[in-house]
């Protein structure tokens, strides 16, 4: 069974840096590529950013390209979302979710997501 | 970057009824599109991609159609569970998802 359980949300004052994980099971996770979704509270979903299977390839939304980071540890089946420069309207849950095979960052849905994680940009 | 347009935002409907969502791409998108679901508290769940092809387990009263820039999710008879949040998401370009539409009860 599938299973993404993020973690590291919380509280922090603009200006200030986070790192989110998202802790992987059930599938062979160097194989797939991730990606990091949000959703600001009562709005819709937002595509962050993406990473291939081999963590050599990464995209970013222009909402947070230069200040977050996407990378992965296959061998603790871990994706992370690095956030600096945080900003009020990054308050937001934050989805882990399983794209498609191997080393394409695109062309496939999100058939697995996490629980999310809530992120809170409040002096 | 693809935008997607998703109509209408919000929607009043009966146990029973059919409804149909729409979803409009600034550019062809391939039939790469997707539909979710998402209730409140809730990860969004993905039931149809490919434009038609229905997530295993999601029930057979879900269809989508369309082709080049414009896309559908009919829900054929509605059942109480169905009330929901209904996201269309494009995956031919990096992704980008529509606004939602809010499904409630009538």
């Known amino acids: 069974e599938v299973q993404l359980l993020e973690s590291g949300g919380g509280l922090v004052q603009p200006g200030g840096s986070l790192r989110l994980s998202c802790a992987a099971s059930?599938?062979?996770?160097?194989?797939?590529?991730m990606s990091w979704v949000r959703q600001a509270p009562g709005k819709g979903l937002e595509w962050v950013s993406a990473?291939?299977?081999?963590?050599?390839?990464?995209y970013y939304a222009d909402s947070v390209k230069g200040r977050f980071t996407i990378s992965r540890d296959n061998s603790k089946n871990t994706l992370y979302l690095q956030m600096n420069s945080l900003r009020a309207e990054d308050t937001a849950v934050y989805y882990c979710?399983?794209?498609?095979?191997?080393?394409?960052?695109?062309?496939?849905?999100?058939?697995?997501w996490g629980q999310g994680t809530l992120v809170t940009v409040s002096s | 970057d693809i935008q997607m347009t998703q109509s209408p935002s919000s929607l009043s409907a009966s146990v029973g009824d059919r409804v149909t969502i729409t979803c409009r791409a600034s550019?062809?998108?391939?039939?790469?599109l997707a539909w979710y679901q998402q209730k409140p508290g809730k990860a969004p769940k993905l039931l149809l991609y490919?434009?038609?092809r229905l997530e295993s387990g999601v029930p057979s009263r879900f269809s989508g159609s369309g082709s080049g820039t414009d896309y559908t999710l009919t829900i054929s008879s509605l059942q109480p569970e169905d009330f929901a949040t209904y996201y269309c998401?494009?995956?031919?370009?990096?992704?980008?998802f529509g606004q939602g539409t809010k499904l409630e009860i009538k």
């Open positions: 979710a399983k794209s498609g095979p191997g080393d394409i960052l695109t062309g496939y849905p999100f058939g697995y």
């Open positions: 990473i291939s299977g081999s963590g050599g390839s990464t």
């Open positions: 550019q062809g998108i391939s039939n790469s």
């Open positions: 059930g599938f062979t996770f160097s194989s797939y590529a």
């Open positions: 998401q494009q995956y031919y370009s990096t992704n980008t």
């Open positions: 490919a434009a038609s």
